[in-house]
């Protein structure tokens, strides 16, 4: 009888024991990547990445936005499409939480290019 009841015992422990060793999700945190806003047929493509005209008209063909970091030379999905559609072409950092490699948007901020220096004086002249 003893046997049993250290046997039992020592079988609901190790079932607990894996019960809580199992990995938990851990809640997607909100986090921000720096990008391009462009279509999914031309996130590749250095020049027309950029282009908005050409971002906006792919994607009234049917192509989505994506987010294209240069950087990392990663595509990223963008969901909703329409925290985005203002930004086509644009450089961003958008802000949100990821789910495989879909960024659910919160807010989406232009990155303002940096200014053009000043040209030199000509102290010749």
């Keep these: 009888m003893l046997k049993r009841a250290l046997l039992g015992t020592a079988a609901f422990l190790f079932a607990a ?10 809640p ?10 462009t279509d999914s047929k031309c996130a590749m493509n ?13 994607v009234d063909a049917g192509d989505k936005y994506v987010l294209y970091d240069a950087y990392t030379k990663k595509v990223y999905q963008l969901d909703p499409q329409s925290a985005v559609a203002d930004h086509a072409g644009h450089h961003v950092s958008v802000s949100g939480t990821m789910d495989g490699d879909t960024i659910h948007v919160t807010a989406v901020k232009m990155i303002m290019p940096k ?11």
């Design 17 to 26: 024991s894996v019960g809580l060793a199992a990995p938990q999700a851990a």
């Design 28 to 37: 997607s945190a909100t986090k921000s990547w720096r990008g391009w806003v």
């Design 46 to 58: 250095a020049k027309a990445r950029t282009d908005s005209a050409c971002v906006k008209k792919c």
């Design 115 to 125: 200014p053009a220096a000043a040209p030199a004086a000509n102290p010749g002249s």
